[in-house]
């Protein structure tokens, strides 16, 4: 929280009246991305030591339950609680600022008004194009695999998760790159194929690609629980 108010303050350290969308987004994007898969990467921390996973796995609960309570602390509820902590404490750092502004207040018809505007969640949220939806969900799959990652391995769950994903899109792209490029072939239809999409379209397809893919991640992570409960 105190990191979140400093940070804002070094937002606005260049006096621009646009610090919400050239500092505050950047920054809350920012944050809101690497706190997300650094807090999802911690998941199941009682199946880092023997002793703790013995201890655990002697609390009456099934593995959903397990599963489910860990989903929700370390994914939903971080999605939902971040934005409104980011927002308050944000909000404050404005405030604060413009108190040490006092000469750069202008008044207009007797209504004060101070150079730094107040955090403004309408370029995040705009649910007519389907961002907020996009952006969930988005959030939900990318945090899934922090999360997959913390329930398939046991020691350094975060940077094997890192790394894993890492070689995947490396190779993904090296083979798109090898079929397109060096063996040059030319498909007309996939230059224009964005040509026939709409918008809404696009983002639908997005958010559908999601939601299958976050399925199949959180699948994979309970039934490496289960596994890990067997064992």
Same mark, same amino acid.
């Given at each position: 929280?105190t990191?979140?108010f ?11 009246? $646009? ?8 920054? &809350?994007?920012?944050i809101? +991305? ?5 807090? =999802? #990467? ?13 201890m ?19 994914v939903?509820?971080?999605?939902i609680?971040?934005?409104?902590v ?14 040490f ?14 150079p730094?505007?107040?955090?403004s969640?309408s370029?995040?949220? $705009?649910?007519s ?5 996009a952006f &969930?969900?988005?959030?939900? +799959? ?5 999360f =997959? #990652?913390a ?11 890192v ?10 792209a090296g083979?798109?790159?090898l079929?397109?490029e ?11 194929i964005?040509?026939?999409?709409s ?8 958010v ?12 994979f ?7 890990k409960?067997?064992?």
């Open positions: 929280m990191f979140i400093l940070a804002s303050l070094i937002a606005m350290a260049d006096n621009s009246s $646009n610090w919400n969308r050239d500092g505050w987004i950047p920054l &809350f994007l920012g809101y +991305f690497i706190a997300g898969i650094i807090y =999802a #990467g911690v998941s199941f921390a009682p199946f880092r030591n023997k002793e703790k996973t013995i655990s796995l002697m609390m009456p609960v099934t593995p959903f339950e397990r599963f489910l309570y860990e989903f929700l602390e370390k939903i509820v971080y999605i609680l971040l934005p409104i980011f927002y308050l404490f944000s909000s404050f750092a404005v405030v604060f600022r413009n108190i502004e006092p000469d750069q207040m202008v008044t207009v018809n007797g209504i004060n008004s101070f730094f505007k107040p955090v969640l370029t995040l949220i $705009n649910t194009d389907g961002f907020f939806a &969930f969900s988005f959030s939900v +799959f990318l945090f899934s695999l922090s =997959a #990652g329930a398939t391995f046991r020691k350094y769950p975060l940077i094997k998760t790394v894993f994903v890492g070689v995947v899109l490396a190779l993904t083979y798109f790159v079929i397109f060096k063996l040059q072939l030319q498909h007309p239809w996939l230059e224009s964005g040509d026939h999409w918008k809404e379209q696009g983002v639908a397809l997005m559908s690609l999601a939601v299958v893919a976050s399925m199949i991640t959180l699948a992570a309970y039934f490496k629980l289960k596994e409960e067997v064992s």
